[in-house]
């Protein structure tokens, strides 16, 4: 079956810096979700991309869909206390198929 | 983005009995709805992905007869754990898609129920 493989699976980093985190696969998509979860909490959309070689940002979170539509990544920049938790890619192929990857866990130390 | 409730948000229940969750989302309908089931420090699960107004298709190894689930309108699903035992504690959460065959295909997730069984 499809999977998705996210690197790094955690990491730590200090206040400030910027983080940047990854989702591969072996199957092309035609979505790219990223997700937070926080401790407790069922997790919280990011960002959507829809089209291979898109960029999106919101605030100081940006993502691209990977131009072979195999992959797709993460960054955060100027990273703060509240950016701890686990962070989700999932890829949507045409219908309602959604593959969602292992996650990668940041921590943040001040 | 759109809000896709759940309740109770934590329920301790005594083994043998029967559980219900319930989620809605409450600014959009749903035609698909997920159940997740998640253990600490693991990602998530997928149990079974439900359509209004037919049965729930389940993942390879969910027993169907334990995770009862029951989509009966756009806007709500449930999830009934028959006969809980304590191998069944978890964090529940549910999701919502909305799903349109192109463009904007995205799940928005409830807030999670943490069933812990005696």
């Known amino acids: 079956g499809q999977q998705l493989n996210q690197s790094p699976q955690s990491m730590f980093i200090q206040e400030g810096e910027d983080v940047s985190m990854n989702c591969t696969s072996s199957?092309?998509?035609?979505?790219w979700l990223w997700y937070k979860q926080d401790p407790g909490e069922g997790p919280v959309l990011l960002i959507a991309?829809?089209?291979?070689?898109e960029l999106t940002s919101n605030g100081r979170l940006t993502a691209q869909f990977g131009i072979t539509r195999k992959d797709s990544f993460l960054n955060i920049s100027a990273s703060i206390p509240s950016d701890v938790g686990i962070y989700f890619c999932?890829?949507?192929?045409?219908?309602?198929?959604?593959?969602f990857g292992p996650g990668t866990r940041l921590s943040v130390l001040p | 983005g759109a809000v896709v409730s759940q309740h109770p948000s934590r329920v301790i229940c005594k083994s043998g009995t029967s559980v219900k969750i319930e989620c809605r989302s409450l600014d959009f309908q749903a035609t698909t709805m997920f159940w997740y089931r998640q253990f600490p420090k693991q990602s998530l699960m997928l149990m079974a992905t439900s359509n209004e107004g037919s049965k729930a298709t389940y993942e390879q190894g969910v027993e169907k007869d334990k995770f009862l689930i029951n989509h009966a309108s756009l806007t709500l699903s449930t999830l009934t754990v028959t006969s809980a035992h304590p191998e069944d504690s978890s964090f529940y959460i549910c999701?919502?898609?909305?799903?349109?065959?192109?463009?904007?295909?995205?799940?928005?997730f409830g807030p999670g129920t943490r069933l812990t069984v005696l």
């Open positions: 199957s092309i998509f035609n979505t």
């Open positions: 999932a890829g949507v192929n045409y219908g309602q198929n959604f593959v």
């Open positions: 999701s919502a898609g909305r799903i349109s065959g192109g463009l904007g295909n995205e799940q928005f």
């Open positions: 991309l829809y089209k291979a070689g």
